[in-house]
């Protein structure tokens, strides 16, 4: 990072388009009438769980593995994540030649625990209910003499992430609105430096689950703001508090948080299905779903939507639905 400059700015997150184009999938802008009649708005919903890994980490994993040098890389690489990042960082290791060790919860769904170990790195578990995955992964990678990649709180990782959002601006034009999944804040830092460098009225919005609100507590106190695991399905998001580096550029940048309950996220998932023919974990479905549930009001508005990831097993898809039917 430059000395004295922005923690992150729209010339970062093209350089970092620059090095994705080709790698990167330039994923798709999905529409539906039908969600557009719902909501009285013209939405745009970027399909990243189409992204490779099957979400929106990979580009900001990428990118910032692609900013080591040469032995750095050659020593390897460590995460800790509950799948995405993970998978993220593994096949971003392996395209550069590097291996990489991931700390990973030992309750992660299965799908994305399997996919992280097939893109050849090496998982250790701990319980992130009783143990701090941040000091585990921390002496982990010092005990390994590797690169320790986060999964939010890192400038090439949010520039690499606001490449969404200038994918999906590059694609529609200008919005008035821009929903977008938070959980430890990467994603949003980066999306609403390109939004708002762009096109200055634009409102961005964030969504958590209810569970996990540190966030919006976090902006209401005007500090960060710890609370314990969420217990919620939008794994994804089980974050205990916004990054040092995220919750800053956030704090200037976001114009509001919304909440979803789980009920809310999965009705969402079903409409994505349904409607859109789009398979989405629920961390995936979290923007979306505020559209979905009038926890937003958009009506009349050009809207733009991050789906975030389709990492979940047809068996846990298909159960929570049932659940909830």
Known sequence: MRSGSPPLTLEDVRAAAAGLDGVA????????????????????????????????????????????????????????????????????ARLHGAPSVILMPSDAPTAKMAATRGYGAEVVTYDRYAQDRRSLATALATDRGVTLIPPF???????????????????????????????????????????????????????????????????????????????????????????????????GLVDDIALVSDAEIVVAMRFAFERLKMVTEPSGACALAALVAGKVDARGLRVGVTITGGNVGADRFAALLAAAS
């Not at 690489?77 to 971003?92: E, I, T």
């Not at 964030?206 to 399905?233: F, N, Q, W």
């Open 25 to 92: 999938h330039r994923t798709p802008v999905l529409t539906s009438r039908t969600l557009d009649g719902l909501t009285g708005a013209r939405v745009h919903c970027k399909a990243e769980q189409l992204q490779r890994t099957g979400s929106f980490k990979f580009r900001g994993a990428f990118h910032a593995v692609s900013r080591l040098s040469e032995a750095e890389r050659a020593r390897g690489v460590a995460a800790f994540s509950s799948g995405n990042h993970a998978q993220a960082v593994a096949l971003a």
């Open 153 to 251: 709180d890192h400038p090439h990782v949010m520039a690499g992430q606001g490449t969404v959002a200038l994918e999906l601006l590059e694609a529609v034009g200008a919005l008035d609105l821009l929903l977008v999944c938070v959980g430890g804040g990467g994603l949003i830092a980066g999306c609403a430096t390109v939004a708002k460098t762009l096109h200055p009225e634009l409102r961005v919005v964030g969504v958590e689950p209810e569970a996990g609100d540190d966030t919006k507590r976090s902006l209401a106190a005007g500090e960060r703001v710890e609370i314990a695991v969420p217990r919620t399905i939008a794994d994804g998001q089980q974050v205990t508090a916004p990054g040092a580096l995220t919750f800053p550029i956030n704090q």
